[in-house]
């Protein structure tokens, strides 16, 4: 089997617009979730600019490369845009585009589904007196794979590809899969995008009928004050890649994937499973080769739903024992608001990039840990820490549990 190490990252979402500021922000604690000007629950959305420009390759990204993106994404919803941005940052952070691997090595899992609701609804509502006007490209745009095809298209992607959906564990179901890929010697490189969902005010109201959006002001995730989760807008991509395909490269490696699992609870509702859980993270952990108390940190699902957290603290607890108050945990939830489809890769995002940085970005508004038994980080303030192992979590309706352990490069 292949090691599956980390070669590039990208990000865009409410508080950064790419990794660069990411990391910025993740030490800064900065909160992205705001009251919104139409009187909706307060949201982490994209900030006007940072919507307007996307996608916005990086410096240096080969003009073609950016007329390519620019030319592909015209007139094309949020969500796509927003993918084909993150991609091409992590690709070209990566250092992809200088080539030296061939398409047909290269693979693609885009994390996500009904992705494309509130484009749904905009078409209907404009073209719902004038049918025959609707734009033929609708239908790509209206499914998901029409990431897969773009992105493929742009970055000249012949390998594997699909897309996965798991619900809120989907970006976590993505990374698996790619790892798989590149860990059984199907592709030497991977891309994972975790796509943004731009949710329609049926989804949004759908949300917040079965308990799960907060409908206004709450406490962050892992507070007594928690009553459930902010929406977030954003977007992520990790670059996998084989050591030994990275050192043919000599590209950097910025982390390695060291473990993962995906389980089902057998369920089909909301609730939370913590057995499930806990047996997640126990067969991730093994996997990895790790125990208990080489884990440094642990990036929760922690969503601020009062029943999802106390079980997923509680399983914790189990699975780290001893070491659980050793641990440094917080959520980046608290800062980016639930990013849903996408939240298991902006988390990865957020762990290799404060595994390499050597911090833990505190959790912001935790003033009355509902759980004393876990290191929290603190509110205020980011913590330095030697994170050697870090373990990301993502749980999702219907019974969906995915974990992911990160180990720094050897």
């Not at 420009?53 to 003009?63: F, Q, S, T, V």
């Not at 940052?89 to 080539?99: D, K, N, S």
């Not at 929760?300 to 108050?325: M, Y």
């Amino acid at each position: 089997m292949e090691t599956v190490t980390v070669t590039g990252l990208g990000v865009v979402c409410s508080i950064a617009g790419d990794a660069g500021s990411f990391e910025r922000a993740l030490r800064e604690g900065r909160r992205g979730v705001r009251p919104r000007p139409d009187g909706g629950p307060p949201a982490a959305l994209l900030d006007e600019e940072v919507r307007e420009a996307l996608p916005a390759l990086p410096a240096g990204a080969p003009d073609g490369l950016r007329r390519s993106a620019e030319r592909l994404t015209r007139r094309a919803p949020l969500p796509l845009r927003a993918a084909v941005g993150v991609a091409a940052e992590a690709w070209i952070g990566a250092g992809l585009h200088a080539g030296g691997v061939p398409g047909d090595r290269v693979g693609l899992v885009v994390a996500g589904s009904n992705l494309t609701g509130r484009h749904l609804t905009d078409l209907h509502d404009r073209y719902a007196n004038r049918p025959a006007h609707l734009p033929p490209r609708a239908a790509l745009r209206l499914l998901d794979t029409d990431h897969v095809g773009t992105i493929s298209q742009l970055l000249g992607i012949t390998g594997e590809g699909c897309t996965v959906g798991a619900a809120s564990a989907s970006g976590n179901a993505g990374l698996v899969h790619g790892a798989r890929l590149v860990a059984t010697g199907e592709a030497d490189v991977c891309l994972v995008v975790g796509a943004l969902t731009d949710l329609s005010a049926v989804e949004a109201r759908a949300l917040l009928n079965v308990g799960a959006m907060a409908p206004g002001p709450a406490g962050p995730p892992f507070d007594e004050t928690h009553g459930g989760f902010a929406y977030g807008q954003g977007a992520a991509c990790v670059v996998l890649e084989s050591r030994r395909s990275a050192r043919a490269r000599r590209a950097e490696v910025l982390a390695e994937l060291a473990g993962w699992d995906l389980r089902l609870a057998a369920s089909s509702l909301t609730e939370p499973d913590g057995k499930a859980e806990e047996a997640t993270m126990t067969r991730a952990m093994r996997r990895a080769g790790v125990s208990p108390g080489d884990v440094s940190y642990v990036n929760a699902h922690g969503t601020g739903a009062p029943l999802g957290d106390a079980t997923e603290a509680e399983a914790l607890r189990r699975v780290l024992g001893e070491a659980a108050g050793r641990a440094w945990v917080n959520s980046t939830k608290a800062l980016t608001g639930h990013c849903l489809s996408a939240a298991g890769v902006v988390e990865a995002v957020a762990t290799v990039v404060q595994m390499r940085g050597g911090f833990v970005h505190p959790n912001p508004g935790l003033g009355h840990p509902a759980d004393p038994g876990l290191r929290f980080a603190p509110a205020a303030g980011g913590v330095r820490a030697d994170i050697g192992v870090a373990l990301s979590n993502g749980f999702g309706f219907g019974g969906f549990n995915g974990s992911v352990v990160f180990r720094a490069p050897t």
